[in-house]
């Protein structure tokens, strides 16, 4: 497996365990190995996706608390 996958490969664990309240992960690089670049690079979009939603999410929620 290239360097550049490894690093995605990890790059896509250290999203998966930035969410708070959730078990840690841990991925073993030969399930994900198979996939080319772009593919890994997509999950990583769409990690980051779903990341930013919540925050939107949040930050709308929070929203409701300002004092006017």
Not at 6 to 24: F, R, T
Not at 41 to 62: A, H, N, P, R, Y
Request: charged share 30%; hydrophobic share 35%.
């Amino acid at each position: 497996m290239s360097e550049r996958k490894q690093k995605l490969i990890e790059d896509i664990q250290n999203l998966l365990n930035s969410y708070e309240g959730v078990k840690p992960t841990t991925i073993n690089p030969s399930l994900l190995e198979f996939m080319d670049e772009k593919t890994l690079i997509g999950i990583i979009d769409s990690l980051l996706d779903q990341k930013e939603d919540s925050k939107e999410i949040d930050t709308v929620w929070l929203e409701q608390f300002k004092t006017q």
